[in-house]
């Protein structure tokens, strides 16, 4: 290619007007959704390429690419344009979304290409929680899909409001209305409840263009707008600045002693200097003083400016906390309902315990109840005990400190979060505030006059939680009974759960699955809490196969009090034992999800006690146990007299 | 009270939100300077995000040891202008190698003075996050990328594989050594770029404005002879024309366009007529097809 001469150059004046021009347009960010094959990638094409968006080169790269791996002939194949990964191109498939930017002379607009195939559900997700209008492509031959509902419902729960219905690829049904029609109904009857303000259907050909953006005359009896006809003037403006002032605080700013302001992004409202604003999670009370800005001080700010406040005081904020109108306050609870879209091949397990992300805060939560999964076919609530990957449902949520928020309904910012894998660290799910509960509001920890410590100080022992895993065999239930002996003789006050003897009990209700293995741990590390609390040292003898699950009990008791020991014995050694004979039965395939055999175990880390078994009697382990809790003690005796750091 | 914000308003304070996050959630950020006009924006908006303060890490620039003259020039007197932490890194085996566009092409040149140079720093500092100007509508791998992108501690990138990104919270969560490349201007486009370094007055780079300036031809492009390591070949001559650049990188792999636009208005008005994308003056993406994609996937920004 030869480099090129730019042309006519535009005088200063004009390019000022035309400046200025596009910095009155508005925004509208949009995604394309539906089933494979719909045609999403070929529309956005079309789009590009009818707002003259695509330059001679990339037309060039383009004409080359369609040869090579195109699907439409002779003819350009557009959706080569946006699949922007060799993958994709290679599979003639769009796996993750891409965003694309082009503008007419009355608005600019930002569109993501998202997936269609189920397994990147999660990936459409993204492309649908930053857009305010969905354009929900069906395949004229095909109808309405099992994807297009399930990107209907999550477009819907993610609070857009706004649908295309593109009724695509018309021209290989021979532009019949009667199609469109029953496309329409079908659509229309099942959207009914999503909560939809606009549904607008158009028949077209994406691949030719008929109704993109030139009306089609091949469609007489469609008298409708076209895509871009459409796309310009819908409105679609949620007034953010309408609602109640909230400003989540995103940064501490503090480079000297004489400055403190608190950055982050306006979620909502106004705000003024001079004005009354309330710290949501302490209730505290103070004014602006300032609205700092690069280039001089505000007077006033909105909803969507990114600005850092000073208050008129010292009061305490920090990160994740939010600076409200004193006239409308948002929630704080740590216990709320919430609809969670799942993310992640490993299912949502309630129990387990995940990292709650809001825009500023982050804590850690556990799914309390999964009140129901929605069926993307037919909305029929559906009980059940876990949330697989791209499922959606209802969840009561728990977390470890009280966040503030409003329903996602009221604002789209402070009603949202992520949670995130413990261990993996990727974002497995996506939630929707629905309410707080309000239990939460009403219990109220009680403020106990007798405490842990005089409990404990009354025994003479500081208490611990020493937490026995490993196989099925390993010789857990041995050494702790041991263990036990040996501090009882040296006057020490103790507690056994065993696995075994638990589940015939508090937790006899339970199974094996993966969600009841979870809800038997969590309980389990309920009770060892209470008991430390009581002043005891607890031994627990469980399993506990996940790793996320001794961090979860790990993380309930006070620092240095869990001690996870690591009762290491190979699995063919524990198989040979077999004391229960549970091995030969579970390798005969007669015991279904046996740790080890066909359910996972996760090895420890980073245990405080490691104890291999192998070739070591049970009264050696018990000493260096013993040893591990003896040096304990010494050690924060020192730390309590000052003696010795 | 209504105040409806501007198209550049929107950006900026999501650019903004953006390099506050990672302030706030990352112990050892750094910014990717470039010395480019996106750079320059990106360097601009820092300034803004945490303004009355410094920015609250250090600009790191990776010299290929190639790049124009008049961009070094720039980069120093910037430095000292804005009083910011510049740290300055050369793949010191790449040069001891004599590792040069000229002799072993832009693939090979790229490769180790600049994806393996960068690792190489990252690695060298520690950074758990850095900042790059990449904007979406550059290209189409970049126009698949998250704002926040994972690395894991190879410094690989797994399109197939990217964290969902869900409104505007982002998992900044990683295990040590892995870390996370962010992309503040995403979603500015190249108009948006010029009209804010107009409205901002931000100062860019002077080979933007076109100027007379001794270039020859070579392989269909104009390339600007900057220093004596430009050898001609037989029939090349050096002939000094009117140009400009509308993309700074290393200069025997970046071609100049002929024009007259010496002012930031006219620049904007050529553009509006253009006809062809600015990464066209990068030698680079057009080694082979996906080259953008094989490069991202090794630690090229």
């Known amino acids: 290619m030869r480099h090129i001469m730019a042309k006519s150059l535009a005088p200063t004046d004009s390019v000022r007007d035309y400046l200025a021009a596009q910095e009155k347009k508005s925004l509208l960010r949009f995604l394309t959704c539906g089933s494979v094959d719909d045609g999403k990638s070929t529309l956005i094409g079309r789009l590009l390429s009818d707002t003259k968006q695509i330059f001679e080169d990339q037309l060039a790269a383009l004409e080359r690419d369609s040869r090579k791996h195109g699907t439409t002939g002779d003819d350009i194949d557009f959706a080569l344009l946006v699949d922007g990964l060799e993958a994709e191109r290679e599979q003639g498939i769009t796996i993750d979304v891409a965003y694309r930017f082009f503008a007419t002379p009355k608005r600019k607009f930002i569109v993501a290409d998202t997936p269609g195939h189920e397994q990147y559900t999660r990936n459409m997700a993204t492309g649908a929680s930053t857009a305010d209008l969905a354009i929900v492509l069906i395949d004229a031959r095909q109808g309405v899909l099992r994807q297009t509902r399930r990107h209907s419902i999550i477009a819907s729960l993610l609070g857009i409001r706004h649908i295309v219905l593109a009724v695509n690829k018309i021209d290989l049904v021979d532009f019949d209305q009667a199609i469109f029609d029953r496309i329409v109904e079908d659509y229309g009857q099942f959207s009914r409840d999503l909560g939809f303000q606009s549904i607008v259907p158009i028949p077209m050909s994406a691949r030719y263009g008929d109704n993109v953006s030139g009306r089609s005359d091949n469609m007489q009896w469609y008298s409708g707008p076209t895509l871009i006809e459409h796309l310009e003037t819908v409105s679609v403006e949620e007034a953010a600045v309408e609602l109640p002032f909230r400003f989540p605080v995103q940064y501490v700013n503090r480079p000297n002693l004489d400055f403190r302001g608190f950055a982050g992004t306006i979620a909502s409202g106004a705000i003024a200097q001079g004005d009354e604003v309330v710290v949501a999670k302490s209730g505290k009370s103070s004014h602006i003083k300032r609205i700092v800005a690069y280039g001089g001080d505000l007077k006033q700010a909105v909803a969507g400016q990114a600005i850092t406040l000073v208050l008129d005081d010292e009061v305490e904020v ?4 939010m600076l409200v109108s004193p006239a409308a306050r948002p929630q704080v609870a740590d216990q709320f309902a919430a609809n969670i879209v799942w993310f992640d091949e490993h299912a949502l397990l309630p129990g387990r315990s995940y990292i709650l992300r809001t825009e500023t805060d982050q804590t850690s939560a556990t799914v309390t109840d999964l009140k129901y999964r929605i069926n993307v076919n037919d909305f029929a609530h559906e009980a059940a005990k876990s949330l697989e990957m791209n499922e959606v449902g209802i ?21 949202a979060f992520i949670l995130i894998d413990r261990i993996s660290n990727a974002t497995v799910g996506a939630g929707m505030i629905v309410h707080s509960l309000r239990r939460a509001e009403n219990i109220h920890w009680q403020s106990l006059d007798v405490g842990k410590r005089v409990r404990a100080d009354m025994k003479n022992q500081r208490p611990a939680v020493f937490w026995f895993t490993g196989l099925s065999g390993s010789g857990k239930s041995t050494i702790a009974n041991l263990f036990e002996k040996k501090l009882f003789a040296t006057g020490r006050h103790t507690y056994i759960l065993d696995g075994d003897n638990v589940r015939h009990g508090l937790n006899r209700d339970l199974g094996f699955t993966d969600a009841d293995r979870v809800e038997n741990i ?47 014995t190979p699995f063919e050694e524990c198989a040979k034992r077999d004391p229960k004979g549970l091995y030969a039965r579970a390798l005969k395939g007669e015991i279904k999800n046996f740790t080890g055999v066909d359910s996972p175990y996760e090895a420890p880390e980073k245990p405080e006690i490691h104890l291999k078994t192998l070739g070591r009697s049970a009264e050696e382990m018990v000493d260096a146990l013993e040893h591990w809790l003896n040096e304990r003690d010494i050690a924060e005796d020192q730390y309590d007299s000052g003696g010795g750091i | 009270m209504t105040i409806a914000l501007t198209h550049l308003q929107r950006l900026e304070a999501e650019s903004i939100h953006i390099f506050r996050e990672v302030a706030a959630a990352f112990s050892k950020p750094v910014m990717l300077y470039s010395v480019g006009k996106d750079s320059s924006v990106l360097m601009h908006l820092a300034m803004k995000a945490f303004y009355p303060a410094k920015p609250p890490f250090p600009f790191l620039h990776v010299d290929t040891t190639w790049k124009f003259r008049e961009m070094i020039a720039f980069r120093d007197q910037m430095a000292q202008k804005l009083g910011f932490d510049l740290l300055v890194h050369v793949n010191e085996d790449g040069v001891r190698d004599n590792i040069n566009p000229f002799d072993h092409g832009s693939n090979t040149h790229t490769h180790v003075m600049k994806t393996v140079a960068l690792r190489q720093a990252l690695d ?46 982002f998992n900044t969560r990683i295990a040590s050594g892995e870390s996370i490349r962010v992309f503040p ?117």
Not at chain 1, 534 to 560: H, K, N, Q, T, Y
């Open chain 1, 395 to 415: 969840c009561n949520i728990s977390t470890r400190a009280p966040i503030a928020f409003d329903p996602f309904a009221e604002n789209r910012t402070t009603g």
């Open chain 1, 522 to 568: 969590r309980r389990v590390a309920e009770v060892a809490k209470l008991m430390a609390d009581a002043g005891l040292i607890v031994i627990v003898s469980f399993i506990s196969p996940f790793s996320a699950e001794r961090r979860m009990a790990r993380e309930l008791m006070a620092d240095g009090e869990f001690i996870e020991v690591f009762v290491d």
């Open chain 2, 185 to 301: 201007l995403s979603n500015w486009t190249e108009l948006d770029i010029w009209q804010y370094i107009l409205q901002e007055n931000i100062p860019i780079v002077p080979l933007y404005f076109a100027k007379e300036r001794p270039v020859v031809e070579r392989d269909g492009m104009l390339i600007l002879n900057d220093d004596d390591r430009m050898k001609l070949r037989p029939g090349e001559t050096v002939e000094n024309r009117l140009v400009r650049f509308r993309t700074l990188g290393c200069y025997p792999l970046t071609g100049a366009i002929e024009s007259a636009a010496d002012t930031l208005e006219a620049i904007v008005g050529e553009m509006l007529t253009a006809r062809t994308s600015e990464r066209q003056g990068r030698l680079i993406d057009r080694d082979e097809a996906g080259s953008m994609e094989k490069k991202k996937r090794e630690g090229y920004f």
């Open chain 2, 124 to 169: 060298k500092y520690g950074f758990d996050a850095a900042f790059g100007g990449a904007r979406r509508d550059e290209e189409k791998s970049r126009a698949k990328e998250r704002i926040f992108s994972f690395r894991n501690a190879q410094h690989v990138w797994d399109p197939k594989n990217q964290r969902p990104e869900m409104w505007k919270i």
């Open chain 1, 318 to 321: 920090s990160r994740g906390n």
